[in-house]
């Protein structure tokens, strides 16, 4: 009897300790269920929120590049602006700026390059015309092209073409960073 309630003794710790690590092993394994739960909804939130702020950095890329695209354009419509009125300064400068005997033929201008062709009394007057080019705020590096003297009336004329480049009094363009 002693070594039959022994064994009962012993199967029923036995069985409880079976029942008793079921239950920890249970308990284990819905907590780490919730816990892994928890973690997967915090995932989640930090997922949508790196999403959120990528929208929202590709929305500043957007605005900078268009941003940049209105700054050419204004910088194009200063430019536009500048040359405008450059024209017009162009042809005052040249005015005041030709001396006396020096007649002008021709004018081409090709970006900031201008061509004068024209002919003048004496050779003299062309060195003239190129330096008065040069000391000019609008002109700069008149480069004489070719010279010729011809006789037409009983008078010598210097034919000449010379180039000169246009010094541009623009307004200072805007920066894409400003």
């Known amino acids: 009897m002693r070594r039959k309630q022994q064994d009962q003794q012993l199967l029923f710790i036995a069985a409880s300790s ?5 239950a920890i092993l249970g308990f284990v394994y819905v907590h780490m269920g919730a816990l892994i739960e928890t ?14 702020v990528e929208k929202d950095i590709k929305e500043i890329s957007d605005i900078k590049k268009q941003r940049q695209d209105l700054v050419a354009r204004m910088n194009i419509i200063y430019q536009l602006q500048g040359d405008r ?3 017009v300064h162009m042809f005052d400068e040249l005015a005041r700026r030709l ?8 004018l081409r201008s090709a970006g900031n390059s201008v ?7 004496s050779n003299a007057r062309v060195s003239a015309l190129m330096r ?12 004489l092209e070719v010279i010729n003297v011809r006789e037409q009336g009983g008078d010598r004329l210097s034919e000449f073409s010379l180039s000169v480049k246009r010094v541009a009094k623009q307004q200072k363009p805007l920066e894409a960073g400003t």
């Open 85 to 87: 009125t450059a024209i």
């Open 132 to 143: 008065s080019l040069s000391a000019s705020n609008w002109f700069a590096d008149p480069e």
């Open 99 to 106: 001396p006396e005997g020096v007649y002008l033929r021709n």
């Open 115 to 121: 061509s004068l062709q024209g002919s003048a009394q």
């Open 39 to 52: 973690q997967n909804l915090r995932n989640k939130y930090l997922q949508d929120e790196i999403a959120k």
């Open 18 to 22: 079976w029942v008793l690590m079921g």
